[in-house]
């Protein structure tokens, strides 16, 4: 454990101070004291030490109606895109979703990737025939009768995706305004009376029709990328995808997050990668890093989230961290929108 003087849990960073000297006294046992050190932390609650807030995120998952964050006064549509499979899209989705709906926020998961991975973890049915996003795309079902709600939160919602979906590129080449059709299921009034505050779009591995219509029904990307040299390679065109859609079809579309997944800090090409993230990206890299975790890969095939699964879990904790730090910025973006 570091030693410090000061944890900041929102910023989860620890400052250290080295002591050149240290002023002892000895007790009534012969033991000796750091004065200093009495003195410093006499006044510091549990949630200021590592241990502690750890302990304190872990108590928020267990016992989710601790813990709320404030309303959203607006709806944000947020597409999970990178054309590299395996960085972590459809596990960032629907942990993000699952964290943000413990802390008191309702979330909406639309799944457009033909695997159906994310409504597995969400515990909701897709087998073929079940209503998904395949038949919203096309205009046979509205988004308000694909909804399914996750059997492990009141307020996580689900559009499932089923293997019909992996036809609907080639359908929808010749159909009108085949670009924008999920924005149209998923319009405000499409989903008028159901008080979402987060839509999360989980995209499939491409660049393709699917993809596109994510974007253009959204006003943000969220970018998961792994922390390997490979994962930066296919970064740059999915920007240059996102410039075009700038350009053509959705001028509100802007990349408001970078999350890093599958961070082990064993090694140096880890830090080496999150550096040369953080220095493109700037501020739009969550300061929450998603380790490499386990039970973040056995979740899934307990159709559960990891926070569902082992609360208490390094990766659980980090997407609660990840989720808290994802809304303030939406609050954040939010009230300057309104001044």
Same mark, same amino acid.
């Given at each position: 454990m570091?030693?410090?003087?000061?944890? &900041?849990v929102s910023?989860?960073?620890?400052s250290?101070e080295?002591?050149?000297?240290? @002023?002892?006294s000895?007790?009534?046992? /012969?033991? +000796?004291?750091?004065?200093?050190?009495? =003195?410093?932390?006499?006044?510091?609650?549990?949630?200021?030490?590592?241990?502690?807030?750890?302990?304190h995120r872990?108590?928020?998952?267990?016992?989710?109606?601790?813990?709320?964050?404030? +309303?959203?006064? !607006?709806?944000?549509?947020?597409?999970?895109?990178?054309?590299?499979?395996?960085?972590g899209k459809t596990?960032?989705?629907?942990? %993000?979703?699952s964290?943000?709906? $413990?802390?008191?926020?309702?979330v *909406?998961?639309?799944?457009?990737?033909?695997?159906?991975n994310?409504s597995?973890a969400?515990?909701?049915?897709?087998?073929?025939?079940?209503p998904s996003?395949y !038949?919203? %795309?096309?205009?046979?079902? +509205?988004? +308000?009768d694909?909804i399914?709600?996750?059997?492990?939160?009141p307020?996580?919602m #689900?559009?499932?995706?089923t293997?019909?979906?992996?036809?609907a590129?080639i359908?929808?080449?010749?159909m009108?305004a085949?670009?924008?059709r $999920?924005?149209?299921?998923?319009?405000?009034?499409? $989903?008028d009376?159901?008080d979402?505050?987060?839509?999360?779009i989980d #995209?499939?591995p491409?660049l393709g029709?699917l993809?596109?219509?994510?974007?253009?029904a959204?006003?943000?990307? $969220?970018?998961?990328?792994? #922390?390997e040299?490979?994962?930066? !390679?296919?970064?740059g065109? *999915? *920007? @240059?995808?996102?410039?075009l859609?700038?350009?053509?079809?959705n001028?509100a579309?802007?990349?408001?997050?970078?999350?890093?997944?599958?961070?082990?800090?064993r090694?140096?090409?880890? &830090?080496?990668?999150?550096? !040369?993230?953080?220095?493109?990206?700037g501020?739009?890299? *969550?300061r929450?890093?998603?380790?490499?975790s386990v039970k973040?890969?056995?979740?899934?095939?307990?159709?559960?989230?990891v926070?569902d699964?082992?609360?208490?879990?390094?990766?659980?904790?980090?997407y %609660?961290?990840?989720?808290r730090?994802?809304?303030? @910025? =939406?609050? /954040?973006?939010?009230?300057?929108?309104r001044?």
């Amino acid at each position: 454990m570091p030693s410090g003087d000061q944890y &900041d849990v929102s910023r989860g960073t620890v400052s250290r101070e080295t002591r050149s000297q240290s @002023r002892q006294s000895t007790g009534r046992h /012969g033991v +000796k004291h750091d004065n200093d050190f009495v =003195s410093t932390y006499a006044g510091i609650s549990p949630t200021e030490t590592p241990i502690g807030a750890a302990a304190h995120r872990a108590s928020q998952v267990l016992h989710p109606q601790s813990v709320a964050l404030p +309303k959203l006064s !607006e709806r944000r549509v947020i597409t999970i895109a990178n054309q590299k499979g395996g960085v972590g899209k459809t596990t960032t989705a629907v942990n %993000l979703a699952s964290a943000l709906a $413990l802390q008191g926020l309702t979330v *909406l998961v639309v799944d457009l990737d033909p695997q159906g991975n994310a409504s597995t973890a969400l515990g909701v049915t897709h087998t073929s025939g079940t209503p998904s996003s395949y !038949e919203v %795309l096309i205009g046979e079902v +509205k988004a +308000k009768d694909a909804i399914q709600q996750s059997p492990h939160s009141p307020r996580l919602m #689900c559009i499932p995706a089923t293997i019909d979906l992996a036809g609907a590129e080639i359908e929808l080449v010749s159909m009108v305004a085949r670009e924008g059709r $999920l924005k149209t299921a998923l319009s405000d009034s499409a $989903l008028d009376g159901l008080d979402i505050d987060f839509v999360m779009i989980d #995209c499939p591995p491409s660049l393709g029709l699917l993809t596109v219509n994510a974007m253009v029904a959204a006003k943000e990307v $969220l970018i998961p990328i792994q #922390c390997e040299y490979y994962a930066l !390679e296919g970064v740059g065109q *999915l *920007l @240059r995808n996102i410039q075009l859609v700038q350009a053509h079809l959705n001028p509100a579309l802007h990349v408001s997050t970078v999350i890093l997944t599958m961070y082990d800090g064993r090694t140096k090409l880890a &830090d080496q990668v999150a550096d !040369e993230v953080r220095n493109h990206f700037g501020d739009a890299v *969550l300061r929450s890093v998603i380790p490499r975790s386990v039970k973040v890969s056995e979740a899934p095939g307990y159709g559960m989230t990891v926070l569902d699964y082992d609360p208490g879990s390094r990766g659980a904790m980090s997407y %609660l961290d990840a989720g808290r730090e994802l809304a303030s @910025r =939406s609050a /954040g973006t939010t009230r300057s929108a309104r001044a």
